[in-house]
Every structure is written in structure tokens, then in C-alpha cells.
RNA sequence: GGUGGGGUUCCCGAGUGGCCAAAGGGAACAGACUGUAAAUCUGUCGUCGCAAGACUACGGUGGUUCAAAUCCACCCCCCACCA
């Protein structure tokens, strides 16, 4: 099998659910994958050997932020952002594109591009499609992301549609910035489209015809109901190209990373097993609970009993509760080790139960420990 | 012993006649968090009640007043400085 960068291997396919290999200059990613978020060039409150101790293949980074600081001529004079921050796997950075959406009032879009003021200092900077990839080139990331226009749910027709066809055509001067195999990094290209269907579509034939090494799925789990999730997967699935990665943008819960699967999506990172993890709320084979609760606090069980990580091995839930309460750096520490345990190994799992042609088996098990978040819940008359 | 300052709801602390169950902060108890402006944000926080409302509360006792955490008298504590 060829490994060059941007080769991308489907192994098996359970149902609409894929699993496969995906080539980066950095070594390959077995997909479906999440991938931990480290914005600032740092996977908040974990050090690399632990990232690469709890199976974690490839992490974030995020073009604005490290543009700002500490500024991407920098990193590459450190070598690449792989050198900087010693993490030597693969990589992937956002264009800048979720801020566009949330740093709403510290921007203004116009069709070269985006002027932000920093949320720093307040200074000002412009990114085009052309500055965005000349940044990412300089952090050396493995996957490079198009710059694109992501917009909240709710926005009219009109607008979505403008949102979408501006991304399309900065994707356009993405490729054209970077073509294809002009080095190791891979560049992918963004769907928007909002919830609507007719949008969605237009969107992603766009970045056919332009052609990426992978298609992202963007504008989702900004607020809308469930069910439209699962419809816009449901409706790019047999659009977009088979032999490609497919990345959804920023999600999710655990239900949602396993409807997203399911519906075909290769690729996953989201910011809440890291998040929740400092403000408390911890991923069990039992649900979520929130540690800070009194009830834990002369627990002396284990986190999760089914959970073989450090923090679940050798902390009790009254110790866990205590650090957080108080405050103490060990508390983000542990709970952030555990909750991307719990989303790394639930990945892995989905991918072993695809291999094994088992895949809805696996889903229904998680499905019964969130009824909560049934994404069907919210789902007008079927 | 003298002079000055002070004792407020779990804690700190604002409040000098009605708009005070009483600012603000903390603690406590809950909740939220989806391509990280997040070690952040929101709610509750005297008792009873779904509520309207009732009751109990600002060191103690008594008083002035239609009305007192706020004014007066005495008493009990605490702090600073002086002897």
C-alpha cells in the first residue's frame, strides 16, 4: 500500500460506517479518529507523552491563535510546529474559520478575506485564503485547512448562501495557493451550507470540482436542532467522494461523534472532553457526571470502574472531587487525561467494530448510556 | 484609666430614618459547555409557601418615631493610640 502523504486506504465499511488509513508526513492516522484539540500549540493541561501513552494519533492547532502567538515565522524558525511543541505525530490546523463565526464583533469579512482584531490586544490583521495557508505552511501542519466563512444556525437562506459560495470561492485560492502535491502537507476544503440542503450540496460540488485531499464538513453543532446534523450527513454521504477523508468539523458528544460514523464521517475534534474536563463534567461508561458534586465527596470508587487510565486507576471520585474544588492544576490535569481517554477509546472501539462488521451493535451500547441526547429526539414528525 | 474607631444575614464587607431579607465579594449547592476570547459562564443562596404573603433577622436591653440596621440612653464585647 502506497503511504504518501495524502493516501487514504478504506479497510472496511460496516453499513454507511468506513474504516481506513490515512497518510500524513508525519505517519499515518487510523480513522474513524478524534482529535484532540490544542489550540494555542498545546492540548490544554496535557503533555505529549501523555497524548501519546493514551493512543491520541494526531492533535490540533489553531492558525489564529499561533499566528498571534507566539506568531508562525516564529515556529518555523523553531522548525515547524512539530519541532516547537515536540509533538511528532501528525498534526492538523483550523484555518481561522471558527473564528470568523466566534469572534463575531471583533471581525469584518469582505471577499479578499477577514479583518480580526485581536482579541489579544486589539490590533488588527488580515487573513486571506492565500495568508491562511502561507501561515499553516509555516507551522508545517500535516493538514491544512481552506479559510472559510462559518455562520451560526439560523441565518435566512440568503445569507447562508452567500456564506457558502464566499467559502467556495476562497477555497478556490486556497488550492490555487497550494496545489496539490506541491509538498507533504494536505489541504481540505470546507463544506457550509448551513442546514440547508439545496446550499449544502452546491457547496460541496464546489470543492469537487476543485478537488482536496479531504472534505470537511463545517457550520455544524453551532446550535441547530439535532436531527439537522444527521440530515446534512445523511445528504452528503453519497455526494461526497468515497476515496476521500471526511472530517466533521468541531464535533462532538459522544453520541454525536457515533451518528457522524455512522453517516460515513472519517474525522472528529472537538474541545469538550478537554473543556468539560477543567470545568468538571467527566465521560463515564455510565454517562457524564460532574465531579464537583457533593455526592462524590466521600466516594472512594473509581472515576470509571471500566476505565483502565492513570486517573481512573489510581485516584478515587473523593480525591477528584477535592482537587477540583480546590482548584489545584492536577485537577485539569486528570480529568483531561480521562476524558480523552474515554473519547479516544470510544473511537477505537467503533473503528475495531467496523473491522469486525458490528458497527451498529457497538453505537446502540453508547446510545443507551446518553437517552438524553437521542439525536432523533428533537426530530419533527419522520 | 483616657481618646478615637468598631460589632450587619455561613465568612469578609457596603449600608446612617421608609425604595432593606439588606450592595459587592467569597464559601456552599446546582446547571451549562461541540473547528477553545473558556482553570469560563449561569442560577440558587434567612424560614415556611406554587404564589400572593407571613414570620424571624443587623451585639444586648429599653426608648423616640406612622416607620429603626440606621436616631437616643444604658450595658456587653473587639481594635488602635495615649497614660
Known amino acids: 500500500m502506497s503511504d504518501i502523504p495524502g493516501t487514504f486506504h478504506l479497510l472496511a465499511v460496516d453499513g454507511n460506517a468506513r474504516a481506513g488509513l490515512l497518510?500524513?508526513?508525519?505517519?499515518?492516522?487510523?480513522?474513524?479518529?478524534?482529535?484532540?484539540?490544542?489550540?494555542?500549540?498545546?492540548?490544554?493541561?496535557?503533555?505529549p507523552d501523555d497524548l501519546e501513552a493514551i493512543g491520541a494519533q494526531i492533535i490540533l492547532g489553531n492558525t489564529y491563535h499561533l499566528y498571534l502567538r507566539p506568531g508562525d515565522d516564529l515556529v518555523a524558525r523553531r522548525g515547524g510546529l512539530h519541532e516547537f511543541n515536540a509533538w511528532r505525530r501528525p498534526i492538523l490546523t483550523d484555518s481561522g474559520g471558527f473564528q470568523v463565526f466566534s469572534l463575531e464583533g471583533l471581525r469584518r469579512i469582505t471577499e479578499d478575506g477577514v479583518e480580526f482584531r485581536s482579541h489579544l490586544d486589539g490590533s488588527k490583521h488580515f487573513f486571506s485564503p492565500e495568508k491562511v495557508i502561507s501561515i499553516?505552511?509555516?507551522?508545517?501542519?500535516?493538514?491544512?485547512?481552506?479559510?472559510?466563512?462559518?455562520?451560526?444556525?439560523?441565518?435566512?437562506?440568503?445569507?447562508?448562501?452567500?456564506?457558502?459560495?464566499?467559502?467556495?470561492?476562497?477555497?478556490?485560492?486556497?488550492?490555487?495557493?497550494?496545489?496539490?502535491?506541491?509538498?507533504?502537507n494536505l489541504l481540505f476544503g470546507i463544506v457550509q451550507g448551513e442546514a440547508f440542503p439545496d446550499l449544502r450540496e452546491m457547496s460541496a460540488r464546489a470543492l469537487m470540482d476543485i478537488g482536496f485531499e479531504g472534505y470537511a464538513i463545517g457550520g455544524l453543532a453551532v446550535g441547530e436542532p439535532k436531527h439537522i446534523m444527521l440530515r446534512c450527513l445523511r445528504q452528503l454521504h453519497p455526494i461526497l467522494p468515497g476515496n476521500k477523508p471526511r472530517y466533521l468539523m468541531g464535533v462532538g458528544t459522544p453520541l454525536d461523534i457515533l451518528h457522524g460514523i455512522e453517516e460515513g464521517v472519517d474525522m472528529f475534534d472537538c474541545v469538550?472532553?478537554?473543556?468539560?474536563?477543567?470545568?468538571?463534567?467527566?465521560?463515564?461508561s455510565r454517562g457524564k457526571i460532574n465531579i464537583?458534586?457533593?455526592?462524590?465527596?466521600?466516594?472512594?470508587?473509581?472515576?470509571?470502574?471500566?476505565?483502565?487510565?492513570?486517573?481512573?486507576?489510581?485516584?478515587?471520585?473523593?480525591?477528584?472531587?477535592?482537587?477540583?474544588?480546590?482548584?489545584?492544576?492536577?485537577?485539569?490535569?486528570l480529568n483531561s487525561l480521562h476524558n480523552l481517554t474515554y473519547f479516544l477509546n470510544m473511537v477505537k472501539g467503533a473503528r475495531k467494530a467496523i473491522l469486525e462488521g458490528r458497527y451498529a451493535e457497538y453505537k446502540a451500547r453508547y446510545e443507551a448510556m446518553y437517552p438524553e441526547e437521542d439525536p432523533l429526539f428533537d426530530e419533527p414528525e419522520a
Open 23 to 47: 497518510h500524513t508526513a508525519h505517519g499515518p492516522i487510523e480513522t474513524p479518529i478524534f482529535m484532540p484539540v490544542g489550540t494555542a500549540g498545546s492540548v490544554k493541561a496535557i503533555a
Open 136 to 184: 499553516q505552511r509555516n507551522l508545517n501542519s500535516d493538514i491544512m485547512m481552506q479559510l472559510d466563512q462559518c455562520i451560526g444556525f439560523g441565518a435566512s437562506h440568503d445569507e447562508a448562501r452567500k456564506a457558502a459560495e464566499l467559502s467556495a470561492r476562497w477555497a478556490r485560492r486556497c488550492r490555487e495557493a497550494y496545489p496539490a502535491g506541491t509538498a507533504g
Open 272 to 284: 469538550l472532553p478537554t473543556r468539560n474536563a477543567r470545568n468538571g463534567t467527566l465521560y463515564t
Open 292 to 333: 464537583k458534586r457533593k455526592e462524590f465527596a466521600e466516594d472512594d470508587g473509581p472515576l470509571d470502574p471500566e476505565c483502565a487510565c492513570y486517573t481512573c486507576r489510581t485516584f478515587s471520585r473523593a480525591y477528584l472531587r477535592h482537587l477540583y474544588v480546590s482548584g489545584e492544576i492536577l485537577s485539569f490535569r
